[in-house]
């Protein structure tokens, strides 16, 4: 056995044990967690079929599966990616049509899948020395196509993913997505790795060449696999202290003094150059502004509250996120949609006039945080309060 064929099986087994991870992790939201698995699903599909490249009578079913599964993996990413990142659990009906490409894949690979095994080998035996093949095969997307279609795909879907870290919804740059490094990391390999695709398509490259595909899909996998484990919010790296009280019920606010305890039981190596006695007075005067309703100023930013408080923006994200359960846009909205449920409770105010009230600058940003943390929107939780 080849050692590439080695690696691709080693892989597989991996992505296995990913996709494990991606089914039981508590970090990302449904939608997320079911378009990143399909697109590992996609990945083993691919793998398997370059693993069996040479098998004969194998390799000519695997590719009716891997072959839509295959370029539906940039569709997939983006997909997850939005959903992470908008921390949007809803499945839409627009989601469907970024599936047009793989289903009208399907649609040319069907004439190819009714033929039997004999009729499948003289279809690839006539295909790679030019000879005439039935019209109804001659939109079998083969190799070279195939490759054109998943670096092209690649490239749409990837730019639409980091536009997603850009866009207004996603203002947390500064405060939350503190592995931004490794997510731009993330991305230019992956991003490379279509380049080269495309460049295996571009000068046609005989099928000694499987192993540089091979490679780039390892690559591909492993960095999809570490943009899911460091995306920030949603992912295991960005453990707050929310976690620490979820996982020791026994050990409350109450009962912890200050972070110390968290810090020492979690292990947690965090440098502060904020003393203890800076800290608690800064969080004194933070819940004093936050209680006087700062949190209603829609442009409020983590350095005009810093310079309420006559702190840096460093030292202030320091102290939030080491003396409370979050981080600084957690206990913004924690302010806000307490103040939502009550004016909902009240009844007097329209769902959007309490949005904006509270400090939202929209309906959508005002719904999509609302039902993250209640579970409900904002309609059926005023409904159910009036009975």
């Given at each position: 056995?080849q050692?590439?064929?080695?690696?691709?099986?080693?892989?597989?087994?991996?992505?296995?044990f990913?996709?494990?991870?991606?089914?039981?992790?508590p970090?990302?939201?449904?939608?997320?967690?079911?378009?990143?698995?399909?697109?590992?699903?996609?990945?083993?599909?691919?793998?398997?079929?370059?693993?069996?490249?040479?098998?004969?009578?194998?390799?000519?079913?695997?590719?009716?599966?891997?072959?839509?599964?295959?370029?539906?993996?940039?569709?997939?990413?983006?997909?997850?990616?939005?959903?992470?990142?908008?921390l949007n659990?809803?499945?839409?009906?627009?989601?469907?049509?970024?599936?047009?490409?793989?289903?009208?894949?399907?649609?040319?690979?069907?004439?190819?899948?009714?033929?039997?095994?004999?009729s499948k080998?003289?279809?690839?035996?006539?295909?790679?020395?030019?000879?005439?093949?039935p019209?109804?095969?001659?939109?079998?997307?083969?190799?070279?196509?195939r490759l054109?279609?998943?670096?092209?795909?690649?490239?749409?879907?990837?730019?639409?993913?980091?536009?997603?870290?850009?866009i207004?919804?996603?203002?947390?740059?500064?405060?939350?997505l503190?592995?931004?490094g490794r997510?731009?990391?993330?991305?230019?390999?992956?991003?490379?790795?279509?380049?080269?695709?495309f460049?295996?398509?571009?000068?046609?490259?005989?099928?000694?060449?499987?192993?540089?595909?091979?490679?780039?899909?390892?690559?591909?996998?492993?960095m999809?696999?570490?943009i899911?484990?460091?995306?920030?919010?949603?992912?295991?790296?960005?453990?707050?202290?929310?976690?620490?009280?979820?996982?020791?019920?026994e050990?409350?606010?109450?009962?912890?003094?200050n972070?110390a305890?968290?810090?020492?039981?979690?292990?947690?190596?965090y440098?502060?150059?904020?003393?203890?006695?800076?800290?608690?007075?800064?969080?004194?005067?933070?819940?004093?502004?936050?209680?006087?309703?700062?949190?209603?100023?829609?442009?409020?930013?983590?350095?005009?509250?810093a310079?309420?408080?006559?702190?840096?923006?460093?030292?202030?994200?320091?102290?939030?996120?080491?003396?409370?359960?979050?981080?600084?846009f957690?206990?913004?909205?924690?302010?806000?949609?307490?103040h939502?449920?009550?004016?909902?409770?009240?009844?007097?105010?329209?769902?959007?006039d309490?949005?904006?009230?509270?400090?939202?600058?929209?309906k959508?940003?005002?719904?999509?945080?609302?039902?993250?943390?209640?579970?409900?929107?904002?309609?059926?939780?005023?409904?159910?309060q009036?009975?």
């Amino acid at each position: 056995m080849q050692l590439m064929t080695i690696l691709l099986l080693i892989s597989v087994g991996l992505t296995f044990f990913m996709m494990g991870y991606v089914a039981t992790t508590p970090y990302q939201n449904r939608k997320a967690r079911l378009c990143f698995t399909m697109m590992l699903i996609g990945l083993v599909s691919l793998m398997l079929e370059l693993a069996i490249f040479e098998e004969g009578a194998s390799y000519l079913y695997i590719i009716s599966i891997s072959g839509p599964l295959s370029v539906s993996v940039p569709i997939f990413f983006y997909l997850y990616f939005k959903a992470s990142m908008r921390l949007n659990d809803e499945f839409q009906w627009q989601n469907i049509m970024h599936l047009i490409f793989p289903l009208l894949y399907i649609l040319a690979m069907m004439p190819y899948n009714l033929l039997d095994e004999a009729s499948k080998q003289w279809f690839f035996s006539r295909i790679y020395t030019h000879e005439p093949i039935p019209w109804q095969l001659s939109f079998m997307p083969i190799r070279f196509t195939r490759l054109l279609l998943m670096s092209g795909l690649g490239s749409i879907y990837l730019y639409l993913s980091w536009r997603e870290l850009h866009i207004e919804i996603n203002n947390k740059k500064s405060d939350v997505l503190r592995e931004m490094g490794r997510l731009k990391g993330g991305f230019i390999a992956i991003s490379i790795s279509f380049a080269i695709v495309f460049s295996f398509f571009i000068f046609r490259l005989p099928h000694q060449f499987t192993w540089m595909i091979s490679t780039i899909v390892l690559v591909v996998t492993a960095m999809s696999s570490m943009i899911f484990y460091y995306l920030p919010v949603l992912g295991k790296k960005l453990t707050s202290h929310k976690l620490f009280y979820d996982l020791v019920p026994e050990i409350t606010a109450d009962t912890a003094d200050n972070i110390a305890v968290s810090e020492q039981l979690f292990h947690k190596q965090y440098r502060s150059s904020v003393t203890s006695t800076q800290a608690k007075q800064v969080i004194t005067n933070l819940t004093q502004l936050m209680e006087d309703g700062i949190y209603k100023d829609s442009k409020l930013s983590l350095s005009k509250l810093a310079s309420q408080l006559q702190t840096s923006t460093h030292h202030l994200s320091q102290i939030i996120n080491q003396q409370t359960q979050g981080n600084y846009f957690d206990l913004i909205n924690e302010y806000r949609i307490k103040h939502a449920k009550q004016l909902l409770i009240d009844g007097k105010m329209s769902v959007i006039d309490i949005a904006y009230e509270v400090g939202y600058n929209s309906k959508s940003s005002f719904y999509t945080e609302f039902k993250r943390r209640t579970e409900t929107t904002p309609h059926k939780f005023k409904k159910s309060q009036t009975h």
